[in-house]
Nanobody
Framework: EVQLVESGGGSVQAGGSLRLSCAASGLPTETYCMAWYRQVSGREREGVARILLGMPAYSDAVKGRFTISQDKDKNTLYLHMNNLLPEDTAMYYC???????????????WGQGTQVTVDS
């Protein structure tokens, strides 16, 4: 059974930092596309950052501020978020999918999400 469990969300002032974690089990994270998405209520979910075989990619909205990384020994995915803006406020989801899905911002498995709130 695939499980993705996020943690690390919370409230922070604009300009602050947070680190999200995603503990993964039941899938080969080294060969799967691992990604972070976010969703604001009433809006479509958007891809934020993804990583496949050590190669990261970012949406334009977060490029230069967010960093995605993996600890393969711990099977954990991270999202380091710096210089947070109020518009980064959203529910953040960890996701995983087969490699071919990566470039299409598609995923097969989803976590439950962790809320990030950035106060101005």
């Amino acid at each position: 059974e695939v499980q993705l469990v996020e943690s690390g969300g919370g409230s922070v002032q604009a300009g602050g930092s947070l680190r999200l974690s995603c503990a993964a089990s039941g899938l080969p994270t080294e060969t799967y596309c691992m990604a972070w998405y976010r969703q604001v209520s009433g809006r479509e979910r958007e891809g934020v950052a993804r990583i496949l075989l050590g190669m990261p990619a970012y949406s334009d909205a977060v490029k230069g501020r967010f960093t995605i990384s993996q600890d393969k020994d711990k099977n954990t995915l991270y999202l380091h978020m710096n210089n947070l803006l109020p518009e980064d406020t959203a529910m953040y989801y960890c996701a995983a999918g087969e490699a071919w899905r990566c470039g299409h911002w598609e995923a097969s498995y989803w976590g439950q999400g962790t809320q990030v709130t950035v106060d101005s």
